[in-house]
Each structure stands twice: as structure tokens, then as C-alpha cells.
Nanobody, 124 residues
Framework: QVQLVESGGGLVQAGGSLRLSCAAS????????MGWFRQAPGKEREFVAA????????WSADSVKGRFTISRDSAKNTVYLQMNSLKPEDTAVYHC?????????????????WGQGTQVTVSS
């Protein structure tokens, strides 16, 4: 089992940047594919980005390509989401998630463990 704790959210102006962190407990962090999802009020949770166990492969939603970058540091048991050129429509609660199965998934049901989330608000 793994526990996930996100941090780094906040209020930022459009065009600004934030870096989210997700710290994982346990010694099996490297065995999980990791993902970031977001959920805005009244909307379904949507895929943002995912990263393979080794970190050599990443995937991201079209809406954030070229602006957001996912990475991981196995020594620190942490996955990051660097968010640049933020837009008001990026406002949401951002959750990290861990997936024990092989291969990445862009659906929430594909992940086994979730963090509580961190709020990101982008003002215009």
C-alpha cells in the first residue's frame, strides 16, 4: 500500500508557474506508474499527465502539452508536476495517483491509490 500527499498548490496569475509535489510513503514507489488528475467544481476528474516506473516515458493531456511536465525522483519517493503558462481554465484541485498495473492509464479507475489533492487557482 502507498500513501500520497500533495503540496505546492496556491493562487497564481495567468501566465505564471507552479510546481506541485506528491510525496509517497513506502519502499515500493518505483513499482508504480504515477499520474496527475484534476477536478474543477461541477466537472469530472480528468487526466493531466502520467509517468512510467523508471521515468523514461511520460504522457500528457492535449490541453496541457507544452505547458506541464511530469517527473519523478525515486530517491525522494516524489513525483512532480511543473506547470507553466497557467490559464484560468487550469483552476482545479489536483490529485496525484499511483497505479500498480503495468502500463499507463488516463482514466481514474486505472489507479489504485489517491492523494487528498491540492488546490490550484489561476486568476485572469
Amino acid at each position: 500500500q502507498v500513501q500520497l500527499v500533495e503540496s505546492g498548490g496556491g493562487l497564481v496569475q495567468a501566465g505564471g508557474s507552479l510546481r506541485l509535489s506528491c510525496a509517497a510513503s513506502g519502499r515500493t514507489f518505483s513499482s508504480y506508474y504515477m499520474g496527475w488528475f484534476r477536478q474543477a467544481p461541477g466537472k469530472e476528474r480528468e487526466f493531466v499527465a502520467a509517468i512510467s516506473r523508471s521515468g523514461s516515458n511520460t504522457w500528457s493531456a492535449d490541453s496541457v502539452k507544452g505547458r506541464f511536465t511530469i517527473s519523478r525522483d525515486s530517491a525522494k519517493n516524489t513525483v512532480y508536476l511543473q506547470m507553466n503558462s497557467l490559464k484560468p481554465e487550469d483552476t482545479a484541485v489536483y490529485h496525484c495517483a499511483a497505479r500498480s498495473s503495468i502500463g499507463y492509464s488516463y482514466t481514474p479507475n486505472g489507479y489504485n491509490y489517491w492523494g487528498q489533492g491540492t488546490q490550484v487557482t489561476v486568476s485572469s
